[in-house]
């Protein structure tokens, strides 16, 4: 399924597709770059640098020593960069260091957190949140956080919010006092990334922010809450809250609290709400009152709403006799419903989910969604036991390249080696666009308007167009909704597992992903489509690793309304 990393890491190869042979080559050639008279050229040597130094490598698995040493060389070079006398070199100089790692980077970047430039101190704060994500470092040294802590209140909001957010992945105790101010920033993004590091480290912030003007701050306020276990003391209004996300988020905190005598709150939201927060508040009620629920649950199983199906499905697994439930679910005509329904069963212990992977392994017309999943779910289990049904989905013609993979992944793992599969079709390339152009969606919650960035990824944005005026995203949906993360759609599947039978190469530049930012999803190294995504608030953490391809020009506030299923009746280019 080609989605985005909330947390884990994809393995990339260096300067979008330097190969480890290559790459000492391209190393000397950007230190030449260094030295050029020309600024933007300086700054797109050092940018470079630091994706030669973005190694990243599967969780659990050592990094090559090749690879350390070319992210060493690529800090070396970079280090002097950072005192260049011009601004755009030096964020750039400073943004590889984050990626790179290595001696001598970190007093480098405390040093540039002094720098007269706001963009430049920013970096910093990234750069410094970077080290950590990409595991550089175990974690922040005192010195690390001390200035996160001081470019936490810089007078420039653009900085704050960068500080604010390298504690949203890893809190820390030494900054609560900090974000207990930050939460009653001017600025709603800081406001936002520090109520979110204080809901990690379980603490619930003021009651006033249950009122702020931005949902998405409303929304993690009411998270704040469940992380407290005080979601009883949630007004009544956040129940009726304009944002279904701030509702589904309510609904997550009391589920959080493990306390049944809130359920009753929830009721109402479990029978008549939309989408998002109706799915929610239906798991919720679940964890609460298990078997109490089972009359609810099996009215939403029938639901035409495949979300919601597909909600109360994951939500049945907490009855007894689940399994039962379950396996009759893998039967759901819909494809996403079934997916979910094996996904529950599969995590059971019950002897029928062994019967329903294997089942689907050897289903030769197994839609790719419940292939995908049984797939997942074999390889979890680890089990010699599915070898037979793994070669057996291995031998069925027509997989996807994202599917063969993990299939010899499962295989792997069950103790059976198979040969490479059949040649990948090659990337595709599309004729080159003369301009730039927007793409009008027309969606049931209104009009969206995004700029291709024909320079910033020339075949994505060609791809994207073309896509356009072919019709494919004429009736498609917007399949996965995530609350201030994400809105992605445009998959002729509707689940995410599909595609327009073209893959494209990545093409990832240096457009940095704020909040409506487009770009491409994918399931490993050049595996981008017809799919996209925006970013509903800055998601630093996704540059450099994906394609960002255009931007949002107008509709921004209809993305902020979606929910999972919504439609996108049109596509046009104007």
């Not at 000397?28 to 994706?51: C, K, V």
């Not at 078997?291 to 994951?314: C, G």
């Not at 792997?412 to 152009?437: C, D, I, N, Q, R």
């Amino acid at each position: 399924m080609r989605a985005l990393a909330l947390a884990g890491l994809l393995v990339l190869t260096a300067c979008g597709g330097a190969s480890r042979r290559t790459a000492p080559a391209r190393l000397a050639s950007l230190r030449a770059g260094l030295g050029s008279t020309d600024a933007a050229l300086r700054a797109r040597a050092a940018w470079d640098l630091g994706q030669l130094g973005l190694a990243e490598v599967p969780e659990g698995e050592p990094e090559p020593a090749v690879s350390i040493s070319l992210r060493e060389s690529a800090a070396e070079a970079l280090i002097p960069a950072v005192s260049d006398p011009e601004a755009s070199v030096r964020r750039a100089a400073v943004e590889a260091l984050g990626k790179t790692g290595g001696m001598n980077v970190e007093d480098t970047l405390l040093s540039a957190a002094t720098d007269i430039d706001a963009g430049v101190r920013g970096e910093v704060a990234l750069a410094l949140f970077r080290r950590r994500f990409l595991k550089r470092v175990p974690e922040y040294s005192t010195a690390s956080l001390n200035k996160l802590l001081t470019l936490a209140v810089d007078s420039d909001p653009e900085v704050r919010w960068r500080a604010n957010y390298a504690f949203t992945r890893f809190p820390d105790i030494r900054a609560e006092k900090m974000l207990t101010l930050a939460v009653k920033d001017t600025h709603k993004v800081t406001r936002l990334f520090a109520v979110r590091s204080l809901t990690k480290l379980g603490r619930r912030v003021d009651v006033s922010l249950l009122s702020d003007p931005d949902p998405y701050v409303r929304g993690e306020a009411a998270a704040g809450y469940g992380a407290a276990k005080a979601a009883g003391e949630l007004p009544s209004s956040v129940f009726l809250d304009p944002s279904h996300h701030v509702r589904a988020a309510a609904a997550d905190a009391v589920a959080a609290t493990g306390d049944a005598s809130l359920a009753v709150r929830l009721e109402k939201m479990a029978d008549t709400d939309g989408p998002m927060p109706r799915g929610r508040a239906l798991l919720a009620l679940a964890k609460l009152r298990g078997a109490a629920e089972a009359s609810r649950l099996s009215a939403a199983r029938q639901d035409p709403h495949w979300w919601i199906r597909s909600r109360a499905y994951e939500a049945s697994a907490l009855l007894p006799g689940s399994d039962a439930i379950l396996s009759a679910g893998v039967a759901d005509p819909d494809a996403r419903v079934a997916a979910q329904a094996l996904e529950s069963l599969a995590a059971s212990t019950s002897p029928l989910a062994a019967a329903a992977i294997e089942g689907v392994l050897r289903d030769p017309k197994a839609p790719l969604e419940l292939l995908g999943t049984a797939v997942d779910a074999a390889t979890e289990r680890k089990s010699p036991a599915f070898a037979g049904a793994l070669r057996s989905a291995w031998e069925r013609p027509g997989l996807t390249a994202e599917v063969r993979d993990s299939l010899r992944k499962a295989l792997k793992a069950s103790g059976v080696t198979v040969k490479a599969g059949p040649a990948l079709e090659p990337p595709k390339t599309f004729p080159p666009l003369s301009a730039s152009p927007t793409m009008v969606l027309e969606t049931q919650r209104g009009t969206v308007e995004l700029f291709l960035d024909k320079d910033a990824a020339p075949n994505t944005a060609a791809a994207i167009a073309d896509a356009a005026r072919r019709g494919v995203y004429d009736g498609t949906v917007w399949h996965r909704v995530v609350t201030a993360f994400v809105v992605q759609g445009g998959d002729p599947r509707g689940s995410g597992w599909g595609d327009d039978g073209f893959r494209l190469v990545d093409e990832v530049n240096r457009l940095p992903f704020l909040r409506g930012t487009l770009g491409m999803p994918k399931a490993g190294p050049d595996t981008g489509g017809c799919q996209l995504f925006v970013s509903l608030v800055p998601t630093p953490h996704l540059d450099g690793r994906y394609t960002a391809f255009g931007r949002v020009t107008a509709g921004m506030d209809v993305l902020d309304e979606l929910q999972p299923g919504d439609k996108i009746l049109a596509a046009r280019l104007r």
